[in-house]
Antibody, heavy 125, light 108 residues
Framework: QVQLQQWGAGLLKPSETLSLTCAVHGGSLINHFWTWIRQSPGKGLEWVGESDHRGGINYNSSLVGRVTISVDTSTNQFSLTLTSVTAADTAVYYC???????????????????WGKGTTVTVSS | EIVLMQSPGTLSLSPGERATLSCRASQSVSRSKFAWYQQRPGQAPRLLIYGTSNRAPGIPDRFSGSGSGTDFTLTITRLESEDFAVYYCQQFGSYSQTFGQGTQVEVK
């Protein structure tokens, strides 16, 4: 059973850089999409971005220019970097595994099946 | 970006009752790319339904999903104590994904 263990700094000042890492236990990074989701009281659940192990990357358009997601198959970890943070970036950040597969009948399925426990990140001066 | 609107915002029901949760999309969503999640207080969300109507492993059969196009529904046939939680719908586009704002199912 795949489990995700995440860690990173929880308190940042405005303009600093958010860095979080997620270790994948019990499974491989290959053939899945590794995603960051954040949750704040004001914006609910918000997709930050995702990457597969080959570097296929998509980011939330509202974060492009500040966000980087990288996947390291040698350590079985993936990470999130978000630069120039503001109070609006205060949220619980979740690392998750997003499945994607073709059922052979013309349908391509996408869903998130594994979630990390979440890291609370607060941006405050 | 596809916007998902969930209704009602809060559903007050008693254990044993039936819950019907709605999610409406601003444009058509592929059935295979639509999911429902449950979030209990202090926990991460967990997958309930994927591909509109497929229960995730370990999810009881009192949970069911249906819908197509822009209208999707999550039904809980007989609420049990552990079902009182917040429920989110989610859709996946080609290059992005969005969530609904959530429906809280609370004890009446």
């Amino acid at each position: 059973q795949v489990q995700l263990q995440q860690w990173g700094a929880g308190l940042l000042k405005p303009s600093e850089t958010l860095s979080l890492t997620c270790a994948v236990h019990g499974g491989s990074l290959i053939n899945h999409f590794w995603t960051w989701i954040r949750q704040s009281p004001g914006k609910g659940l918000e997709w930050v971005g995702e990457s597969d192990h080959r570097g296929g990357i998509n980011y939330n358009s509202s974060l492009v220019g500040r966000v980087t997601i990288s996947v390291d198959t040698s350590t079985n970890q993936f990470s999130l970097t978000l630069t120039s943070v503001t109070a609006a970036d205060t949220a619980v950040y979740y690392c998750v595994r997003r499945r994607g597969y073709d059922d052979g009948w013309g349908s391509y399925y996408k869903y998130i099946d594994v979630w990390g426990k979440g890291t609370t990140v607060t941006v405050s001066s | 970006e596809i916007v998902l609107m969930q209704s009602p915002g809060t559903l007050s029901l008693s254990p044993g009752e039936r819950a019907t949760l709605s999610c409406r999309a601003s444009q058509s969503v592929s059935r295979s790319k639509f999911a429902w999640y449950q979030q209990r207080p202090g926990q991460a969300p967990r997958l309930l339904i994927y591909g509109t109507s497929n229960r995730a492993p370990g999810i009881p059969d009192r949970f069911s999903g249906s819908g197509s196009g822009t209208d999707f529904t999550l039904t809980i046939t007989r609420l049990e104590s552990e079902d009182f939680a917040v429920y989110y719908c989610q859709q996946f586009g080609s290059y992005s994904q969005t969530f609904g704002q959530g429906t809280q199912v609370e004890v009446k």
